[in-house]
């Protein structure tokens, strides 16, 4: 996660499982991925025999952590691999191009039309024209589900409960139907202001 890259050869030279899994099922090659630790994602595609595909328990994979995070060097590197799989869905049935698209990463789409292109992967009437946009503003809070840091001008949801209550969903994330860990759980709608997180109504 945080890209010690001689810390995690270590480890693998130790026979740690490099496809252990946290409790939301994301591997050390997720987070890495997800985290732009290139280097420890080419070294865990090198030094073990790691599932690339792996799934967390919302149907994300490293390549999609990589997409909505913009990623470009981490989504170059995993698209020369023959067993990523560059269309797969999450359980909200996003892709990576329809993730890289809403948060307005162009060079990941780019890349990502690129590879559909040679492999003749179809393209969903979706994926082509949601409106994308870019977030300017970085935040404090990151989201829980898809990993991206959601800016401060932006709400978010909250659950008080979840992660010892430190567990946030952003709103596209709500919009697609994402929810914390247990269902019966209330979430209140926040925002960062003036240095302190405040709750607004819905």
Not at 110 to 134: C, D, F, M, Q, V
Not at 170 to 194: M, N, P, T, Y
Request: charged share 25%; proline share 3%.
């Amino acid at each position: 996660m945080n890209g010690h890259e001689t810390v995690v050869q270590l480890l693998l030279e130790k026979g740690v499982d490099a496809d252990y899994k946290d409790k939301y099922g994301r591997t050390p090659f997720m987070w890495a991925a997800a985290r732009q630790q290139v280097e420890v994602v080419e070294l865990l595609l090198s030094k073990t025999t790691i599932d690339p595909n792996s799934k967390d328990k919302f149907g994300r994979t490293a390549l999609l952590a990589a997409a909505i995070g913009g990623h470009v060097a981490v989504v170059k590197l995993l698209l020369t691999k023959n067993n990523i799989d560059s269309n797969i869905q999450d359980i909200f049935g996003r892709t990576p191009l329809l993730d890289a698209k809403r948060i307005g990463n162009l060079d990941v789409v780019r890349l990502l039309l690129n590879e559909y292109n040679k492999t003749g992967t179809p393209i969903h009437g979706e994926e082509l024209y949601i409106k994308a946009h870019s977030w300017q503003h970085q935040g404090r809070i990151y989201c829980d589900i898809c990993l991206v840091n959601i800016p401060d001008i932006n709400t978010h949801h909250h659950c008080h409960i979840c992660e010892n209550g430190d567990f946030d969903i952003c709103q596209k994330c709500i919009e697609s139907g994402a929810f914390c860990l247990d269902h019966s759980h209330k979430l209140v709608k926040r925002v960062v202001k003036d240095g302190g997180l405040i709750e607004v109504p819905d």
